[in-house]
């Protein structure tokens, strides 16, 4: 569930996980899926479906977007604006941004904007999961966003892997050397808390992640002890 902590913000679960404190309730976690889902067709992929106005550079309006969810969605006729701050504040992976009255997704989207992210403080390596068969490929061409708008990196190999594993049973991992590839000119930009967005990876700047790295092997096992 989600709930408000006073001294530490919103966070997921039944306690706050800086002071223990049980905190307010603000939504279940049913609804905060519930909600988190339109948030992404609407951010990210149709704002059109709920009839609300989008900048070029992805921003919402939070009135406008709760008054059109209470309106069209009987079971979220509760929503306001502030519960996507709440939804915002508690998302570990930093997938929603809240700004002055104004929301917008992160990263994810298939609709034309021009993203303002960060470029600064950009590690050294980032990390991106693909099929075993298609490393000695991407090896040789790169990393390509293809019908995506752009290519999303993660921050650990931990990330990667759970990135990958919404598609590939044991995903490969390959390494981004993101020195080479800003000096080789092209954009890196600060999405959520662990995601980075390129549009493309020259072969100069990957390398592959061996199967035994304990990242790898340690993931696995938690995967296999959960099935």
């Known amino acids: 569930m989600l709930r408000q902590c006073k001294s530490h913000g919103h966070f997921s679960g039944t306690n706050c996980p800086v002071c223990n404190e049980e905190g307010k309730f603000i939504m279940s976690d049913r609804e905060a899926g519930s909600l988190g889902r339109i948030l992404a067709l609407v951010l990210r992929h149709a704002p059109e479906k709920f009839d609300v106005d989008m900048d070029i550079n992805g921003w919402v309006a939070t009135r406008d977007l709760s008054n059109a969810i209470a309106n069209s969605r009987r079971h979220l006729h509760w929503v306001r604006a502030w519960h996507f701050e709440a939804i915002a504040n508690a998302d570990e992976k930093g997938r ?13 989207h298939s609709i034309e904007i021009e993203l303002d992210l960060p470029t600064d403080d950009i590690p050294d390596a980032l990390y991106w999961p693909c099929e075993q068969g298609e490393v000695d490929s991407l090896l040789q061409f790169g990393i390509l966003s293809g019908s995506r708008k752009h290519i999303h990196l993660s921050l650990t190999i931990a990330n990667a892997l759970e990135a990958g594993r919404v598609r590939i049973d044991r995903p490969a991992i390959l390494e981004v050397d993101t ?33 035994d790295d304990p990242a790898i092997q340690d993931t696995f096992a938690r995967w296999d002890e959960e099935e």
């Open 179 to 211: 020195i080479r590839a800003i000096a080789e000119g092209h954009t890196i930009f600060r999405a959520g808390t662990t995601v980075f967005l390129t549009e493309e990876v020259p072969p100069s700047a990957l390398f592959q992640v061996e199967a």
């Open 96 to 108: 929603w941004q809240v700004e002055n009255e104004m929301i917008r997704a992160t990263y994810g």
